[in-house]
């Protein structure tokens, strides 16, 4: 089974902190991606990567960062954690042979910033 | 860009009952509309998709409509079981083969309650 691991379940974190989401892979995806989950508004898109060291802005990617240094891998990190960013982050990948095939997500990251 | 709509955002149904969720979008060159389950505590789990070359795909108690005229889709759950209470979330994207990414965008997700 493809699995889509992040480490972090749940954070809580200051104002003004630098906090890191980690998210690994085991299925040699191509295509990684970080969205956010807040209720009323769905699953808005961060970032994504296509492949090792790169990256693509989504729809909302202000305030955050990502990296993507190895291929199973895909970072998200906010750079100055504000209270606004309290929110379920889901990190996902698929295979990157053409769109459309099944994108998996991890079990989130609950992220509460006081 | 695309916009996907998705109503009801909730939904309590009998045990037993059908639940119908609809969803429409905005671009005619999506392509590719899958429908994910999500249960309390974790991610989103892909549980059905249609393509547009398909007007109907059903799995045991589940199908999927596509009116690519009308721009939408529709998500069918028969004989509703408590173990569907769930957040389902619909979306489209265009399926670009060996080309670029056509990346999801999704509904703003629908809270199904089925009452034993």
């Known amino acids: 089974d493809v699995k889509v691991t992040q480490s972090s379940r749940y954070l809580v974190k200051r104002t003004g902190e630098k906090v890191f989401l980690e998210c690994v892979q085991d299925?040699?995806?191509?295509?990684m991606f970080w969205y956010r989950q807040d209720p009323g508004l769905g699953l808005r898109l961060i970032y994504f990567s296509y492949d090792v060291k790169m990256k693509e802005k989504g729809d909302i990617p202000e305030g955050y960062s990502v990296s993507r240094e190895k291929k199973e891998r895909f970072s998200l990190i906010l750079e100055s954690a504000s209270t606004n960013q309290t929110s379920m982050y889901l990190c996902?990948?698929?295979?990157?042979?053409?769109?459309?095939?099944?994108?998996?997500f991890g079990e989130g990251s609950w992220l509460t910033v006081v | 860009g695309e916009n996907v709509e998705q109503h009801p955002s909730t939904l309590s149904v009998q045990e037993g009952d059908s639940a119908v969720i609809k969803c429409t979008y905005s671009d005619s060159a999506s392509n590719y509309f899958p429908w994910y389950k999500q249960e309390l505590g974790k991610g989103p789990q892909l549980i059905i998709d249609?393509?547009?070359?398909?007007g109907e795909k059903k799995d045991q108690r589940i199908a999927v409509t596509l009116n690519k005229t009308a721009k939408h889709f529709s998500l069918h759950i028969t004989e509703t079981q408590p173990e569907d209470s769930a957040v389902y979330f619909c979306?489209?994207?265009?399926?670009?083969?060996?080309?670029?990414?056509?990346?999801?965008?999704f509904g703003k997700g629908t809270k199904l309650s089925v009452k034993p």
């Open positions: 299925m040699d995806h191509e295509n």
């Open positions: 979306a489209a994207s265009t399926l670009n083969y060996g080309g670029s990414q056509g990346n999801l965008i």
């Open positions: 996902a990948s698929n295979t990157g042979q053409f769109s459309g095939n099944t994108i998996y």
């Open positions: 249609i393509r547009s070359n398909v």
